[in-house]
């Protein structure tokens, strides 16, 4: 099975949320997370800021779209270590969106900092997660250093965001 680590934004797409999304970008996202629940391993952090952001954005019930559907899931999987890995974060600092696992890289110094623990989850899985990006533009113009550290993102809407 292959792990990954699901930006926000990919639900949000996938429920139809996002005013940037095409129909074919929102295909393209519903179709990953069904094939994640499917046979597919999501990879958290322990202190559920991940889940945190999703709660924040996508309906516990699972409905009405299918990233709420994915929120619920995940919601059910979260004790399950054949299909979720939770991995430590150290914070560097007292601010919760900066961790030790994050690269201390310049090239990454304006790299949106809420999306730093999507990063940090990554490189400290030992999995060796996908992260997916739908329409979140920080991840193509990080995308190359990204990959130095052993990073591999796929871009579910390139159409939005080419890297």
């Known amino acids: 099975m292959n792990a990954f680590v699901v930006d926000t934004n990919v639900p949000v797409v996938a429920n139809g949320k996002s005013e940037q999304a095409d129909p ?11 094939a994640i629940v499917a046979n597919g391993i999501v990879v ?5 800021q991940i889940l945190h952001e999703y709660m924040s954005n996508l309906s516990m019930s699972g409905q009405p779209g299918a990233g ?14 054949g299909r979720c890995e939770r991995v430590c974060l150290r914070p560097r600092s007292l601010e919760s969106d900066d961790f030790s696992e994050f690269p201390d890289d310049v090239d990454l110094g304006t790299f ?22 739908a329409v979140d533009s920080d991840w ?11 990073i591999e993102v796929s871009f579910l809407c390139p159409q939005h965001v080419c890297p």
């Not at 970008?25 to 069904?34: E, P, Q, T």
């Not at 958290?44 to 559920?48: A, F, N, P, R």
């Not at 709420?68 to 270590?81: G, L, R, T, Y």
Request: hydrophobic letters at 45%; charged letters at 30%; aromatic letters at 10%.
């Open 24 to 34: 074919d970008c929102v295909i393209a996202c519903i179709d990953r997370l069904g």
């Open 140 to 150: 193509a113009r990080s995308y190359r250093v990204l990959a130095r550290y052993g």
């Open 68 to 81: 709420d559907a994915f929120m619920k899931w995940v919601w059910s999987i979260q004790a399950d270590e």
């Open 112 to 133: 949106d900092r809420s999306d730093r623990k999507f990063v940090a989850v990554a490189l400290a899985s030992r999995k060796r997660p996908i992260v997916l990006n």
């Open 44 to 48: 958290l952090d322990d202190t559920m």
